[in-house]
């Protein structure tokens, strides 16, 4: 029986319009006089500050916990700007395994594995009413490494439920190799779905436990229930 849900967010939960990756551009070259600073990185499936500490070695700014606070209290304000500003939706099947896992007669845990940092996850979530749907999560506040992340994610499911964990016991859904590799490092169940920059045929080399199109593919009742 499935008794924790971990869900990444973008790509997964939502799409946000880039306002992720347009904020951390534009803070790139207003902060720190780098214009087209993100041309060169790789966002799908990283972390907020992993990808913050590529950019600080590729441009040789110190990598300063000065310089990551000042980066982040710009980021987190333009976020929300640009989230009013762009296009986005949650994707296909959200609302309906929400829904799902709350009705399940054996009700798990809900959280986040997600490689934002708690405030820009909960800045995104909020915008698309869905921040409220989670008792728990991992952030990039806990480490730069997505398995970091995931091992942080599955404690604090743990601390929710009062009781540890087998891997078996832990679902993770995401849209990246990243998510799988960081799921199994936590011996969890994964499901892949093809709602980012991967499709589920291409997820389905890295070996998840399931890929589907999209959530709607699935129901939550037939894994977790």
């Known amino acids: ?67 990551t606070a000042r980066f982040f209290e710009a980021y987190v304000f333009l976020l929300g700007h640009m989230l ?14 929400l829904h799902d896992l709350h009705t399940l007669p054996h009700r798990p845990a809900i959280g986040l594995l997600t490689g934002n940092i708690r405030l820009g996850a909960e800045i995104k979530l909020r915008h698309f009413q869905l921040w409220e749907q989670f008792a728990t999560g991992g952030f990039a506040d806990d480490s730069a490494e997505r398995n970091g992340i995931a091992a942080a994610a599955k404690a604090r499911g743990e601390a929710v439920l009062g009781q540890k964990l087998r891997g078996e016991e832990v679902l993770v859904i995401g849209d990246t190799p990243h998510d799988i590799s960081c799921g199994r ?10 709602t980012g920059m991967f499709r589920a045929e291409e997820l389905r080399t890295f070996q998840p436990d399931w890929a589907v199109d999209h959530l709607d593919r699935v129901s939550a009742l037939e894994l977790c229930g």
């Open 1 to 67: 029986m499935v008794r924790l849900v971990l869900f990444d967010i973008d790509g997964t939960l939502i799409n946000s319009g880039g306002a992720g990756e347009k904020a951390f551009a534009r803070v790139f070259a207003t902060h720190f006089g780098v214009p087209n600073g993100t041309e060169k990185l790789r966002f799908a499936g990283r972390t907020d500050l992993g990808i913050l500490r590529e950019f600080f070695v590729q441009n040789a700014i110190e990598p300063s916990p000065e310089n």
């Open 84 to 97: 009013q500003n762009l296009p986005g939706r949650v994707l296909p099947g959200v609302w309906t395994w």
């Open 185 to 194: 490092h936590i011996g969890a169940k994964v499901l892949a779905v093809g």
